[in-house]
């Protein structure tokens, strides 16, 4: 396992509790300490993950973290990559995927993008739905990893396939969490209980499958608390905003809402909510309800 965020070492948990022998690297070793202490193996560097592993995951953050891990010195392409297979489940561009699995199967590896849908809750689960592009052949060798790790394999073509669907099914629920910021904007003056209206929010037409599972850390942050424990942060989200305009922008298409949710990400960011969990946006929007917004 290679990348140990909150992501990545979720997954890492999950299948150290399968019964895998793990071998781990991070960029900063102190977050394998928890694995370790379980008894996975710390290895010093990409590479040498590779040479002791017959299957290799990695979750990083953004297109320049998997360059420098895949093509950097002592980087995974300079381990042996031949035979093993290697299952890539980061939030990019297709086209990042794509010249990934190039250079791994030039060198007689095999292939998998598997971008995940869900939280760290459900990775340490086994509950995700997984996004998942390339040839049948290295779908079917991945698939029994792949079945510890998501209730859901969708397997929408060749690799960089999941990438695509990655960017499409997050983009409604970071578009949501403005939305109900705003909404909750109307009818903050009337002083109900924040738990009250999402759970009102929840029982219409209008409310997202997200708010079953996510409603209470929403309600903390309408009401100005910090919703805890931070699963996947405004900067993430932000990250992935600026990678769907990114797609959308080489396919040709316009993303209205997507540029301007992004610039709220940005604004909330600028002002200190960089790090707080994505659910609070809800929050930091209607809290500015009173202010002319800026941007």
């Known amino acids: 396992m290679i990348g140990l965020g909150r992501m990545g070492a979720a997954l890492a948990t999950r299948l150290q509790g399968g019964g895998h022998d793990l071998v781990v690297w991070n960029r900063t070793s102190d977050k394998a300490k928890g694995l370790v202490e379980a008894g996975a193996v710390l290895a010093d560097t990409p590479a040498a993950v590779i040479n002791r592993s017959?299957?290799?995951?990695?979750?990083?953050?953004d297109a320049d973290a998997l360059e420098a891990v895949f093509a950097?010195?002592?980087?995974?392409?300079?381990?042996?990559?031949?035979?093993?297979?290697?299952i890539e489940t980061s939030t990019v561009q297709p086209k990042i995927q794509r010249s990934l699995a190039e250079r791994v199967t030039a060198q007689g590896g095999a292939y998998v993008e598997c971008a995940v849908s869900g939280s760290t809750g459900p990775a340490r689960e086994g509950r995700l739905i997984g996004l998942v592009g390339g040839s049948l052949e290295d779908v079917d060798c991945a698939r029994p990893i792949l079945e510890q790790l998501c209730r859901r394999i969708e397997h929408a073509g060749p690799v960089g396939s999941g990438a695509s669907l990655k960017l499409a099914v997050n983009l409604p629920l970071v578009i949501y969490y403005q939305a109900l910021g705003e909404a909750y904007s109307l009818c903050r003056h009337l002083g109900l209980d924040t738990d009250r209206i999402?759970?009102?929010?929840?029982?219409?037409?209008?409310?997202?499958n997200i708010l079953k599972a996510r409603g209470p850390m929403v309600a903390k942050g309408m009401r100005g608390d910090d919703p805890q424990p931070v699963t996947f942060d405004v900067d993430s989200f932000r990250k992935d905003?600026?990678?769907?305009?990114?797609e959308g922008s080489e396919l040709g298409l316009s993303l209205p809402l997507v540029e301007r949710t992004l610039s709220v990400y940005d604004q909330a960011s600028q002002e200190g909510w960089g790090t707080k969990d994505g659910t609070s946006l809800s929050g930091y929007w209607s809290s500015r309800s009173e202010r002319k917004p800026t941007g």
């Open 54 to 61: 017959e299957a290799v995951i990695t979750c990083l953050l």
């Open 241 to 246: 905003l600026g990678t769907m305009v990114a």
């Open 72 to 86: 950097g010195d002592a980087g995974i392409l300079a381990g042996e990559v031949a035979g093993r297979l290697f």
């Open 198 to 208: 999402v759970d009102l929010f929840s029982d219409t037409s209008g409310g997202a």
